[in-house]
């Protein structure tokens, strides 16, 4: 007696769903990480620019807490270590105060991006290393936004 012709493949579609399962689930934590990083590569950029306006408009440049305290808002992962906050004058010179300078750099540098997916852990993927981000913004008219009273 020979066997029916399906049931010699009955757990073929089992097998061929979880090859597509595990693919797809491949891509969609590629994705997913990809994501995360661009999104943490922005944040980053923009908690830079938030750190350089707050300094220009507060007058901040002595007290670098306050200035990571506002950055920290939008990356909470930043530290003292990662920030550099230089005030400049007009030839360039950074022995000028804050109420004496014509502008503040704000440098955020040595982030890393770490991976979530499971894939890049077995790919062996180090931490990915973020470039530098560096804002320069002129100093204003200290403690007044002519759009927000509330800024300092």
């Known amino acids: 007696m020979r066997a029916a012709p399906h049931s010699r493949q009955s757990g073929s579609t089992a097998v061929e769903f979880a090859l597509v399962l595990l693919l797809f689930l491949t891509f969609l934590l590629a994705v997913t990480d990809f994501g995360r990083m661009l999104y943490t590569w922005n944040a980053a950029a923009e908690a830079t620019r938030a750190g350089a306006r707050?300094?220009?408009?507060?007058?901040?440049?002595?007290?670098?807490?306050?200035?990571?305290?506002?950055?920290q808002v939008?990356?909470?992962?930043?530290?003292s270590a990662n920030l550099s906050l230089v005030w400049q004058d007009d030839l360039g010179n950074t022995t000028c105060t804050p109420s004496t300078c014509m502008g503040v750099t704000v440098t955020v540098n040595n982030l890393t991006y770490r991976w979530i997916s499971p894939i890049a852990g077995l790919a062996a993927l180090a931490p990915f290393p973020m470039p530098t981000f560096k804002t320069f913004l002129t100093r204003e008219?200290?403690?007044?936004d002519p759009n927000s009273p509330t800024i300092c």
């Open 141 to 144: 008219i200290m403690r007044q």
């Open 54 to 71: 707050y300094a220009a408009v507060c007058d901040s440049g002595s007290n670098k807490d306050q200035v990571l305290a506002r950055m």
């Open 74 to 79: 939008l990356m909470p992962q930043l530290t």
